[in-house]
């Protein structure tokens, strides 16, 4: 199993940038697909992005699409979410979480699809 912690967080104006990052303790870090989720107060958890388990396959949601970047480094046993041009919506605890592949073909897009998570980094843009 493996136990993921965010990182880099922060306050930041709209329009700038953060780079959150992902340690995943434990063994064979790339045998995960790896996501970030996010979850605003008052709201649900919702999809931001996944990648594959060598990083050649990614996925967005539409409202991140184009300003947002996952990327990992498996022998750093890392994922990154680089942000963009961020907007005040984007405000949110910022979640990280690994699934194992299964037998069939999940929908990653699906918080129910991971196995562990981290406890969450706070991402607040002002206007």
């Known amino acids: 199993q493996v136990q993921p912690v965010e990182s880099g967080g922060g306050l930041v104006q709209a329009g700038g940038s953060l780079r959150l990052a992902c340690a995943a303790s434990g063994r064979a870090f790339s045998i995960y697909v790896m996501g970030w989720f996010r979850q605003a107060p008052g709201k649900e958890r919702e999809f931001v992005a996944h990648?594959?388990?060598?990083?050649?396959?990614?996925d967005y949601a539409s409202s991140v699409q184009g300003r947002f970047t996952i990327s990992r480094d498996n022998a750093k046993n890392m994922v990154y979410l680089q942000m963009n041009s961020l907007k005040v919506e984007d405000t949110a605890v910022y979640y990280c979480?690994?699934?194992?592949?299964?037998?069939?073909?999940?929908?990653?897009?699906?918080?129910?699809?991971?196995?562990?998570w981290g406890q969450g980094t706070q991402v607040t843009v002002s206007s």
């Open positions: 990648i594959s388990t060598m990083g050649g396959s990614t």
């Open positions: 979480a690994a699934a194992r592949v299964p037998y069939y073909t999940p929908n990653y897009r699906d918080h129910n699809e991971y196995d562990y």
